[in-house]
């Protein structure tokens, strides 16, 4: 069946390092990617997104590397900061499809 | 402020007794819809409305309803709650996913108790 799913459930990086989470999909079909950011207490919140005819994708300070070959997709947070602390989700979604189908999500937590 | 506004946030109720939790967003967005979300599970899909009068199921429908009498609302109705459905939901809009990247919009949560 389709799924997307989360390598790590929790990674610790310290302030001021670069973060790397990642995720792993099985429904080549999808066109499109997206990353959400969850803080404690709040909604999802949109982070990123990338088609599926690219392979990367620069935002401020976030980057999403898409690697199609083996199913794979990663956030990259560059210099994290305390208020990086929270639940990432990838999700993967066809143009043409009505839903989003999210993974489970991984927490960071950055130490000061 | 652009939004999406759920109420209540929320709620303890008993076993069998209606509840609706209401959702609104101020965004003129077509397409809204209700996930659960649960530990380990990630978030569900539960009903989505394309449009005004368009709704249909998502992946876990049972024991829920949902109506779309007008573009801003879309509230979530458990007709008889059952311990089950003890979760946080959330509801979320966008513009119509159809051709573009699916950037949703979420409201804050709303944490039911089901006893």
């Known amino acids: 069946g389709e799924s997307v799913g989360l390598h790590l459930p929790t990674l610790s990086v310290q302030e001021g390092d670069n973060s790397i989470i990642n995720c792993a999909y099985s429904n080549s079909a999808s066109d499109y990617f997206i990353w959400y950011k969850q803080e404690s207490g709040k909604g999802p919140q949109f982070i990123i997104d990338i088609r599926s005819n690219m392979d990367k994708r620069q935002g401020q300070r976030v980057t999403v590397l898409l690697n199609k070959t083996v199913k794979h997709l990663s956030l990259q947070i560059a210099a994290t900061q305390p208020g990086d602390s929270a639940v990432y989700f990838c999700a993967e979604g066809k143009a043409a499809g009505n839903k989003l189908t999210f993974g489970g999500g991984t927490r960071v937590l950055v130490k000061p | 402020e652009a939004q999406v506004t759920q109420n209540p946030r929320y709620l303890i109720t008993v076993t069998g007794k209606k509840l609706t939790v209401t959702c609104s967003q101020n965004?003129?967005?077509?397409?809204m819809s209700w996930y659960r979300q649960d530990p380990g599970l990630g978030l569900r899909q539960i009903y989505y409305?394309?449009?005004?009068?368009?709704?249909d199921k998502g992946d876990v429908p049972e024991g829920y309803k949902v109506s779309r009498k007008e573009k801003r609302n879309f509230p979530l109705i458990l007709e008889s709650p059952s311990p089950n459905q003890t979760s946080l939901y959330f509801c979320a809009s966008t513009k119509a996913l159809a051709g573009r990247t699916g950037e949703l919009f979420f409201g804050e949560g709303s944490r039911l108790t089901v006893l």
């Open positions: 965004m003129n967005h077509e397409y």
């Open positions: 409305s394309m449009n005004v009068e368009a709704t």
